[in-house]
């Protein structure tokens, strides 16, 4: 048996909210891994989005893993309520938290997969102490706070840095990018190490269906 070994999570922000449980039934259908929602506070980006209401809904609509991106400036006030709401998975930043990692084994109390997002200009270095006790790595190829934002080539040598760090630590550790991943950028990226591709715009558009785009991402990373 062959699976795909590089893993696409559909980024809700993206979507037509007046249709998000269709949109996230029909990325459920054209073989998603998880569903990626991007949670943000207007203080650790400057930029609202969604909250817990959102995954509690989503959780009666589709299996997949529902995996919550917390760009917010509390993450410990509020991985209860999402673990309640139902988040199987959370990405927190390294950014702006002083005790990661009591952040990183409060997730892992409850059970829940974790990972750590960097920023484009935090170095993966950062990653070192606190891999052994991750689910995931997450090195944003964006600014994060928007969707369509056009992908960072810079940060691809990172991606690679990443990629080692994890082969000599933690293997089997997830490596994901998030910013700026469509048909041109994803081989880049898969190129450079990563095995996780959370895309928004490039899989929630107008131009095509939720299932054409995601096959559109799949061949250009197709060998
Ligand atoms: C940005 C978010 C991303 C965003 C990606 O802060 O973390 O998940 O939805 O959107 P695209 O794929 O449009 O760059
Ligand atoms: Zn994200």
């Known amino acids: 048996m062959t699976t795909d070994p590089v893993k696409l999570a559909p980024s809700i922000l993206a979507a037509d909210f007046a249709h998000l449980g269709d949109q996230v039934l029909e990325a459920e259908r054209a073989g998603a891994d998880r569903i990626h929602a991007d949670v943000m506070d207007g203080h650790f980006v400057p930029n609202l989005s969604m909250g817990p209401m959102i995954i509690r809904s989503l959780r009666t609509v589709t299996r997949l893993p529902l995996e919550a991106h917390l760009m917010?400036?509390?993450?410990d006030a509020f991985v209860d309520e999402f673990a309640r709401a139902g988040v199987d998975s959370f990405l927190v930043h390294w950014e702006g938290n002083?005790?990661?990692?009591?952040?990183?084994r409060s997730i892992k109390a409850l059970g829940k997969r974790v990972g750590v997002a960097i920023n484009p200009a935090t170095s993966a270095a950062v990653l070192e102490e606190i891999l052994q006790d991750l689910d995931q790595v997450l090195v944003m190829t964006v600014n994060p706070g928007f969707g369509h934002q056009s992908f960072l080539h810079?940060?691809?040598?990172?991606?690679t840095r990443a990629r080692r760090m994890i082969d000599r630590i933690k293997p089997g550790c997830g490596l994901v990018v998030d910013g700026g991943i469509d048909a041109e950028t994803a081989p880049l990226a898969v190129a450079a190490g990563a095995d996780v591709l959370v895309a928004g715009s490039a899989i929630f558009n107008d131009g095509e269906s939720v299932i054409a785009a995601m096959e559109r991402l799949r061949s250009a990373i197709r060998l």
């Open 98 to 104: 002083n005790n990661l990692s009591r952040t990183v």
């Open 154 to 159: 810079g940060t691809l040598p990172k991606i």
């Open 72 to 75: 917010i400036s509390n993450p």
